[in-house]
């Protein structure tokens, strides 16, 4: 865990060996953060202390279309976040733990047949040590999902849960990167059926896309080729010498003749091992 600035726990599990539920809190109370969301608050009925942490334990629900009320509008895991509406399971909490936790967002009442009597605690966050928690309700499936609002929730919420130096530093690494360019085009394919089709984009060096490119923990990116050495490469593939083989398309989709082709399998080698091909 000490790779990542924070863990997201969006599942159905029952229970949790104690030792790593161990690490799990240390993480968070070295100042990691945790983002359990909607159904997390039901994991782990073995340890106790885990509902103490996430500040609330999910008890029982129904189902309707209903919209959270925001009630602290300037803290920053939630301003500027608008609200939204959709379908979702009207969880009730239990277990609440009020200690350093802010309550964002409640959801009312709604009508006589509802699971609550009063507003329910729906969105919140907390301090565990030196770390920060959140946690929403919403997001039982693509109906609370797919929506752009539950999305900027989701990020604002991630990003103050990470600490106000981890956030500078992301949003620094943003700022600093080439921005990408659009261009709107009549001959883009929506395969998609989406109500605007996407804009044409160009093109980056390949040194402005990796900052684009999103590594596994614990790897670097690093250029080995890149434009002329290669051209619309579909297929990599390492050898035991530490070659890269490359089949490069370059009739497809264009029209191929019979009995001649352009398409090419070219094998790149870094041979003074500076780390790129040559």
Not at 123 to 140: I, L
Not at 173 to 185: D, M, N, Q, S, V
Not at 204 to 227: G, I, V
């Amino acid at each position: 865990l000490d790779h990542f600035d924070a863990v997201l726990l969006y599942a159905n599990h029952a229970t949790i060996e104690p030792a790593h539920w161990e690490n799990l809190k240390a993480f968070i109370e070295h100042g990691g953060g945790f983002v359990p969301v909607h159904c997390a608050s039901w994991c782990f009925s073995n340890i106790p202390e885990f509902d103490q942490v996430v500040g609330g334990r999910f008890a029982h629900h129904k189902t309707a279309i209903f919209r959270p009320k925001t009630i602290a509008p300037d803290h920053a895991a939630i301003k500027n976040v608008p609200e939204f509406e959709a379908w979702d399971e009207t969880y009730v909490h239990k277990n609440h733990n009020p200690n350093g936790r802010t309550v964002l967002q409640v959801r009312e009442v709604a009508e006589a047949d509802d699971n609550i009597t009063e507003p329910e605690p729906w969105t919140w966050v907390r301090e565990q040590g030196k770390g920060r928690v959140f946690y929403t309700a919403s997001g039982h499936d693509e109906r609370v999902w797919s929506l752009p609002e539950f999305s900027e929730l989701l990020k604002r919420g991630i990003l103050w849960s990470i600490g106000d130096e981890r956030r500078t530093h992301y949003e620094t690494f943003l700022k600093e990167r080439t921005p990408l360019t659009y261009e709107k085009r009549d001959n883009i394919p929506n395969y998609e059926n989406r109500p605007e089709p996407l804009p044409w984009q160009f093109p980056l060096s390949a040194e402005d896309s990796m900052k684009y490119t999103q590594a596994p923990a614990e790897f670097r990116l690093e250029l080995f080729a890149a434009e002329p050495d290669i051209v619309n490469p579909i297929t990599l593939a390492w050898d035991e010498r530490g070659r890269l083989w490359v089949a490069e398309t370059v009739d497809y989709p264009n029209d191929v003749r019979d009995g001649s082709g352009n398409d090419t399998i070219k094998i790149l080698e870094d041979t003074d091992g500076d780390g790129r091909c040559d």
